[in-house]
């Protein structure tokens, strides 16, 4: 499977964007789909996963209440609705595929990023 991220752009704080990360492949609705971010200066860290089905979810506690993760498999197309956006928000999102859960090392596939910049 390869993976393609879009929907990045400037906000301003308190606003909404919405990511998409378009799937090619037909393994698609097999894995588990993550969103991870990264900031200047800091490391890769974990936002939101959609289990194959889509029947389980996980949030970093960050963005929790805030930002919503879903997958539509014939599409086979997995999203983030960012809403309520905050300036610490802003980094490079990038979406990904593998087994469920946090941690990084349970994605091996991995798409190019996507920039999200929230104003103050």
């Known amino acids: 499977v390869q993976l393609q991220a879009s929907g990045g752009g400037l906000v301003q704080a308190g606003g909404s964007l919405s990511l998409s990360c378009a799937a090619s492949g037909r393994t698609f609705s097999r894995y588990t789909m993550g969103w991870f971010r990264q900031a200047p200066g800091k490391e890769r860290e974990f936002v939101a996963a959609?289990?194959?089905?889509?029947?389980?979810?996980l949030y970093a506690d960050s963005v929790k209440d805030r930002f919503t993760i879903s997958r539509n498999n014939a599409k086979n197309t997995v999203y983030l609705q960012m809403n309520s956006l905050k300036p610490e928000d802003t980094a490079v999102y990038s979406c990904?595929?593998?087994?469920?859960?946090?941690?990084?090392?349970?994605?091996?596939?991995w798409g190019q990023g996507t920039l999200v910049t929230v104003s103050s």
């Open positions: 959609v289990s194959w089905s889509g029947g389980n979810i």
């Open positions: 990904a595929a593998g087994s469920y859960g946090r941690d990084l090392k349970n994605y091996n596939v």
